[in-house]
């Protein structure tokens, strides 16, 4: 059993950065791969990015790419979300996800979740 708590969300301008950070139960930690989704008001939950349990691979769907990265330390338990140049459409609930074997980006492949931290990205 995994237990993820995100934190750092809240509320930026076009053009900030943000970090937001996920820290998980367990002492098997870097056995999962781990991911961020977000789900923005009134459209389906996406995929933006995953790490491996090594942190040596990593994924992004293509509207973040150059300027999210994502992170892990094993030795903390914890993933991160370095967000920058954010974008109004960046706006949603980011969830952190784990699950035991490869990175994916099919949410119903991921077996723990998280409560998810809001986001808001003003003009």
């Known amino acids: 059993q995994v237990q993820l708590v995100e934190s750092g969300g809240g509320s930026a301008q076009a053009g900030d950065s943000l970090t937001l950070s996920c820290a998980a139960s367990g002492r098997t930690f870097s056995m999962y791969s781990m991911a961020w989704f977000r789900q923005a008001p009134g459209k389906e939950r996406e995929f933006v990015t995953a790490i491996s349990g090594s942190g040596g691979t990593t994924h992004y769907t293509d509207s973040v790419k150059g300027r999210f990265t994502i992170s892990r330390d094993n030795a903390k338990n914890t993933v991160s979300l370095q967000m920058n140049s954010l974008k109004p459409e960046d706006t949603a609930v980011y969830y952190c996800?784990?699950?035991?074997?490869?990175?994916?980006?099919?949410?119903?492949?991921?077996?723990?979740w998280g409560q998810g931290t809001q986001v808001t990205v003003s003009t």
């Open positions: 996800a784990a699950r035991r074997i490869g990175i994916t980006t099919i949410g119903t492949m991921y077996d723990y």
